[in-house]
């Protein structure tokens, strides 16, 4: 089997490599994806596949059914691209100003257009099924929950995802059981004083010396009232008040994002930041408008289903290329929802020496796709035929 799927993605490396750089090119921001979510769907319909467009949004979906009954294993890619100016000199640069793929979700998409080409010429063999979602908007933090709304996770058994990571050599994974990536949420606060001449503060209710005590504070919690060991991000990212140096203003708007890698300290965070806001406040004279906005969960990898992973991947690839990543990254992905339906686990395909991830001259690198079909395939066929490899 390894021999004849290997000589599959031969066959089609080179189409992938025309479709990867023909994404690059064309990139569409969260919620606008409307062009590749056409094309995924073309290519899905190719494949004799009965599609779902418009899903959530732009979210494409499709199942293939194997000869035989059994379980369900979905696979998602995300869609959409960042607002940043390409600064590269790739025949195939972004030709959309402004609109640039610098987080590879044109590689996600392709790999997963691939494993569904692959497998679909193995449907007679499997038993099962293997649900492909595409999934617009996770940038932004939404796609994820509208599709998920949708249904897309109904009779779904397990779930997995890659991400393009530029810190691992080609050729390799990362993988890691439990928390992976952190939740993010944002909030807002709006601080209401009393405005006033810069020369006769006391006549005033200083909007900006609150909302500086309410930062302080706020940084508190970290350092004071959560665990260490739990790691905790406050950030105040937005600070707006003011007009001119010798006026104070009536209000300040503060906005900002706090991530945690527990859903037990992430319930608690929205309750803390509210009583230090409102207590510093009300010390203060001044009232406030607070609001939480609940964003995405933290990646809490299904050890089992890493574990397959993690062995399949050694067979792949060979024992030294899968590491194990040492930490949880603070930052967010909204694979997680996902993982609220099914068990399920996410790794990052190495994708060696290329820029990070949001920066300009990031680019996706094409030797990794196959990498990445190859182990999506194995992992579906292993899973499908293993009831023991879900524990
Ligand atoms: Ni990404």
Redesign the pocket.
Known sequence: MPDTLRRAIDAIEPEMIETRHHLHQNPELSFQEEKTAALVAERLGQLGLTVQTGVGGHGVVATLQGARPGRTLAIRA?MDALPIQEQSRLPYCSRQPGVMHA???DGHTTILLGTAKTLAALRGEMAGNVRFIFQPA??VVGGAHRMCEAGVMDGVDAVIAL?GWPQIGLGQIGVRSGAMMASAETFEIRIQGQGAHAAYPHLSVDPIVVGAQVVTALQTLVSRETDPNDPVVVTVGQFHAGTAYNIIPGTAHLAGTVRTLSNETRRSMPDRIRRVVEGVCAAARASCEFAYHEGTPPVMNDPGINNLIAEVGRETLGEENVLTIPHPSMGA?DFAVYLDYAPGAMFRLGLGETAP?HTPTFDFEDRALRVGVELFCRVALRFLDDPASKR
Request: net charge negative.
């Open positions: 995300d987080c590879g979700h996770e940038e991400h992905e991830i």
